[in-house]
């Protein structure tokens, strides 16, 4: 089968849960300033920070290319629902793509595939790029076995999204094993692109453009060996050095 055209690259940052209320603002800031570098690399640039910043985060993007995301978003967009975050809100706030069913999520919170699918629905029905996070749970030793059993995890996480969202609205996964988020260093490259190929196929025939990123442990360096199989990265601890994401929109810009 001929290689699929590959969409504009992007990277982006979650910042989870990891800073306060002024650590998280100027972190934006910080982002902010990185626009010019992005639009030089040719590639989208995104920030997610926590829910209670979203609006003064909005505010201070507002004049610059770098995308606004959430880290999650429940399916309704009004009711009786204590405690969740509207997507219909989240988009008047300013929000462009909405993380979902982290791997933090799916432990933590018993995030299913059948939420995250609504979810993602939610999002897209708002105008929202839902941006999936997906990943196998445990890692085999034997390199070949560990690609098909991350692939036979991984299909059911991207085929209920897709079926989810309309054919032509963008989609972002973001293949993030689990095993390799928090860790020292991102998952072999090989094992990355191996995945993330075969992910790619279950996304061929859409209309919509399909983004596919890694995530877990990457920062400076990992895009490089990897770029055969995704669009860019998706950041957490290596990027809280503002520096660290200047380096990687260079790398993924020239690689
Ligand atoms: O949301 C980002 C990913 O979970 C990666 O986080 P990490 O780079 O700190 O492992």
Redesign the pocket.
């Known amino acids: 089968m001929p290689p699929l055209p590959r969409p504009r690259r992007i990277v982006g940052v ?1 910042l ?1 849960m990891y800073f306060d209320l002024q650590s998280t603002l100027s972190y934006v800031r910080g982002v902010y300033q990185l626009d010019g570098e992005a639009w030089n690399a040719r590639l989208d640039l995104f920030v997610i920070p926590d829910f209670v910043t979203l609006m003064e985060s909005a505010r201070i993007l507002e004049s610059s290319s770098v995308m606004l995301g959430a880290q999650d978003t429940f399916w309704e967009d009004k009711g009786a629902y204590t405690g969740e975050v509207s997507p219909l809100m989240l988009r008047q706030a300013g929000v462009k793509i909405v993380e979902l069913g ?1 791997a933090e999520r799916r432990a933590q919170f018993g995030e299913t595939d059948e939420w995250v699918a609504k979810k993602a629905g939610a999002a897209a029905r708002n105008g929202i790029v839902p941006l999936v996070c997906i990943g196998e749970r445990t890692h085999h030793n034997i390199a070949s076995a560990a690609v098909g059993a991350a692939i036979e995890e991984c299909k059911p996480q991207v085929t209920s999204v897709l079926a989810a969202v309309p054919d032509d609205v963008e989609v972002i996964l973001a293949y ?1 094993p689990v095993w390799a ?3 020292a260093e991102p998952a072999n490259p090989d094992h990355v692109v191996n995945v993330t190929k075969a992910l790619r196929q279950l996304a061929a025939g859409r209309k919509g453009t399909t983004r596919i990123l890694y ?4 920062g400076p360096g990992t895009f490089a060996k990897i770029a055969e199989g995704v669009d860019g990265l ?5 990027a809280h050095d503002i520096n660290n994401l200047k380096k990687v929109i260079e790398e993924v810009g020239g690689a």
């Open positions: 979650s989870k982290h993030e988020i928090g860790a995530g877990g442990s990457a998706f950041l957490g601890r290596f």
